[in-house]
């Protein structure tokens, strides 16, 4: 492969992506073009493989879509303009773009940019199931020598849990419970500990992948399969209801339970997507509860935030990687994905 060169992985229709030499990208003005060292897959990248995402049928992203959010790598060059990054030096990104010349720009509220690009999704910036990522300086940080290139891919997915937290006070008489088994799922269940939550249980339907939920930080684990999780979470709580819920499964019938078994004047925060309207949640126990129902996407300056609670927190995410998968064979991981689910929490990339 020529130096100018490289290997990425782009969608072109549903259940179509293939692995095609393209062109590198180049390290000019601002730039830096980094090496791609560990990938995460998200549940995102498999809607968007098989078309199901709602993005996709909203026209928000658009198809061949050179996919991948999650991610970590190593400086490779550097634009004339770049002052803080030298090449060799270790990094991770925001999970969006910026133009950099809008006013809004300028006064460093990237969020409120009127041409703010997602990677890898909506109005695609190229993403990271390729060799290499290009992005600007102002949107790429250095990743702490105590920390893994595994755990510098899962900041990107740590900062979208992070926001289910925010304005949320959790002490030792707090319960936090988390439906999903998933990797968004694990990591509340890991903030929720750090943050103090006294206790911490997480709702699944898988017992393999739940007891992996112990060593994030649960104190109790629920496969509502087999029981019923509003009940359980009643006996447990004394009959109180949970002080937090974060629902990250996606499932219509976790937000309904999660509206019966939260507490008085709590909260539930909404970390994943439905991919479609629903229909059947009742909402007078939400209102004669006085419940909050917030939504929780990730947003600008959750990535540096999530990266210090990792340096500081003792205990390790990274039992949730279930799966190292060689660069070379990751298409593998979307067309057969049934092969993986049963055992899948997160699935890493790796390039080396
Ligand atoms: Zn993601
Ligand atoms: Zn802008």
Redesign the pocket.
Known sequence: MSKETMKAVTVYGPSLAKMEVVPKPRATGDMLVIKVKRT?V????LSIFTGESSFIRRGEIKIPCRFG??WAGVVESVGEAVTKFKPGDRVYSD?FVSCGKCAACARGDYMSCGDIRSVGTIKCWDGCYAEYMQMPERHVFSLPNELSMDEGALI??AS?AYDAFKGVALTEKSTAVIYGNGAIGMISAWLAKYYGAGQVIVVGRNDEKLKLAYPIGADAVINNKKEDAVLRIRELTNGRGADLIVETSGAESALRDSILATARYGRISIVSFYERDLNNIPMDPLVHGCISLVGAAGCDGNAPAVCKIMCENPVKLTPIITHHIPFESCIDVFENQPKYNSEKIKIMIDFD
């Open positions: 995460g998200c549940a995102t990248d959010h999650e999970n990107e997915p979208i």
